[in-house]
């Protein structure tokens, strides 16, 4: 399911569109307001190199720019062309890790490590998602679900085709990052106690799975108010819920950017309750088209998972209030008014007839 896209010729386009990064994208680049829908792929590619140039990762890492081109090209090849979970999807969850990551002023307080782990993590964190969640994996006994013993079975898939194509572009990028490196970079780059390793961009990975969503946020809310940037467990807790907070984080961009991201994850949600109905599989109740409206999708949504995990990210950050807990709020009142005119009309038809 891969895209055939000419290579050579978006490294052509990468390498012309990087003189073209003004400072003034450079720094919307770094807001939640950033607009996806203005940019094509080849272009988002040379934003995220951009993001790898502004925190540094170039120049500390000593990444040469041939490999770091080279990876990203893998991941972009290594997305579907699917409604929902492709490159866009990539680049926005990795663009609101890089916003994060300079509106909490994390670079001050984890190590350059610890940040390219994040965004790394957010790049390649639904490689080849094949638009069928796991429910449905375990359900159709996909190959994958075997494969994992329905354990978290897109999340190991999505570490499994990361590793191998951190592995295909070594050592130049992984260095810092992954076990076997030979760069003294590992010594020296470390976060305090921890060494990083490939445990950790599995684990961020691994923290995208929903099924996994309260036990997360039931820690992070625990450790919260002593929250110490020193400590180990913490920090680990925290770089999951800032990827979390980014795989989800949709409804906080400007209202324009974020409706068509839900009527792409409705049509992926639509495609995938159509087929387990066509194959006799149990109906997942959020993706049946004829439960959910646009309205009714996102009230749930947002009051039961995106208050709940913004609000605890905004009390270790107040900053984001504003920048994440204001938007989100304000989609809530809007989608609650639609839902509220929908049940209006509904009542005023039943009325009439
Ligand atoms: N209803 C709704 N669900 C969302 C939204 N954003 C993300 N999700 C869900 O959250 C999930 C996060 O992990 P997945 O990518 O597997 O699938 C995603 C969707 O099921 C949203 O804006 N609205
Ligand atoms: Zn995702």
Known sequence: MHKSINVTGLTLLCCRSSLQVSEEVREYLKTPMFDNWQWEEPEMLVLIQTMFEDLDFVSEFQMETRVLQNFLLEVHSHYNHIAFHNFHHCFCVTQMMYGLIWLTDLKTKLSRTDLLIMLTSALCHDLDHPGYNNVYQINAQTDLALRYNDISPLENHHCAVAFSIICKVRPGLVSPVYPGATSADLSTQGSGSSTPNSSHVTMCILATDMARHNEILNRFRAIQPTFDFTNKEHKE????????????????????????????????????????????LPVTPFMDRDKVSKPSSQTNFIRFVLLPLFTELTKLFPCLEQHILEPVRRALEYYRELEKNAADLQSSTQTKT
């Open 237 to 280: 807790v925290l770089m999951k819920i800032m990827v979390k907070v980014s795989d989800i984080s949709n409804e906080a961009r400007p209202m324009s950017v974020a409706e068509p991201w839900l009527d792409c994850l409705l049509q992926e949600f639509f495609n995938q309750s159509d087929t387990e109905k066509l194959r006799g």
